[in-house]
């Protein structure tokens, strides 16, 4: 299609000028969201949200250490306040280091073995014979 662009108008320098300012200018309203986007990723609410979890998650994080005071939030009084670059980067690169977002993408993909309480097992097998005997 670019061909048929360039084709259509000469292959002019003109033309490639244009696109490259398009470009630009469209590179320059999308460092424009993701800074308004950054910026609302303060609260306990808003960043559940942008890594998918509950807000409740990231109170058990916080209250587990998983999120580092000073790294991912500090404290204003009784409020946290959450660091933009770092829950991004915790988003970024979740499998890099000690993660929250690490382990639980690790307990999704190996999912613990449920298994019968010894009594309960005994009890079932007992009632499995009776029924087939």
Do not use: C
């Amino acid at each position: 299609m670019q061909s048929e662009l360039l084709k259509q108008k000469g292959g002019s320098k003109m033309y490639l000028e244009e696109i490259l300012n398009q470009i630009l200018h469209k590179l320059d309203e999308q460092q424009a969201l993701l800074q308004v986007t950054l910026n609302s990723l303060t609260t306990s609410k808003a960043v559940a949200s942008f890594l998918g979890v509950s807000p409740r998650t990231i109170q058990l994080w916080v209250k587990q250490k998983k999120l580092k005071d000073g790294k991912h939030y500090y404290r204003d009084g009784k409020r946290l306040v959450f660091i933009p670059a770092a829950i991004l980067e915790l988003k970024n690169n979740p499998y890099r280091g000690s993660s929250p977002l690490k382990e639980d993408m690790q307990k999704k993909e190996n999912p613990k073995k449920k298994t019968l309480n010894p009594v309960a097992k005994k009890i079932l097998g007992d009632l499995k014979k009776v029924s087939n005997g």
